[in-house]
């Protein structure tokens, strides 16, 4: 039997179950996940937001792979005020470093947002008196190691906090998750299973 899981990933936890220096894991959430459940894709460490568990390995090839570009929308907190210039560049696709070697990414969708209502991070990032930030919604359709944060970084504002709001067309804002904290865990029903199947793909 299929089971589907959405979390909302802590900062500072790894996206995995087993154990990898002194980080929190999945396993720290409090709940107990039958073992055949991992995470579909990831989130870094000192990344928040939904991630989704499952045993559907169909679903997973579907949301994985590159080919299908599937929609993943992140609230960005950079350091500076951001400019339409910097927009336009990261809309458009910038250079950034992967393992080494240049790559353009694929046009994305940016734009500036008021600052969006979260949970508050534990830590909280550190404020700098003298240098204000701004928020912007980022939609990819592709998942390269550290992205968003080498994107931001290469247009000259680099994330303060990045928080991934959305997978597809499943959100922290839907009713069933309400106001959404750290460690949260939401289990999708069997007869909610087809519809979340259906919108996501």
Known sequence: MFQY????????????????????????LGFTFAKDIYPVGRLDADSEGLLLLT???????????????????????????????????????????????QYKTLPAEIA?????????????????????????SVTLREGKN??????????GFPTLRLVRWSIGKISLADKKINFPNPGDVWEVTPKEAKLFYERTI
């Not at 949301?63 to 005020?81: C, D, F, K, S």
């Not at 500036?112 to 912007?136: G, Q, V, Y």
């Not at 550290?146 to 247009?155: G, K, L, P, S």
Request: charged share 25%.
């Open 5 to 28: 899981f959405l979390i909302y990933k802590p900062f500072n936890m790894l996206s995995q179950f087993s154990r990898e220096g002194d980080h929190q894991t999945l396993a720290d």
């Open 55 to 101: 045993n559907d390995n169909f679903l997973k090839t579907k949301l994985l792979e590159p080919r299908n570009r599937h929609t993943r929308t992140y609230y960005v907190q950079v350091e500076g005020e951001v400019t339409d210039e910097a927009c336009r560049q990261l809309s458009a696709g910038v250079s950034i470093s992967i393992n080494g070697k």
């Open 112 to 136: 500036k947002i008021a600052e969006p209502e979260l949970p508050e991070r534990n830590p909280p990032i550190r404020f700098r008196k003298n240098i204000p930030t701004s928020w912007l």
């Open 146 to 155: 550290r992205q968003v944060r080498r994107m931001t970084a290469a247009v």
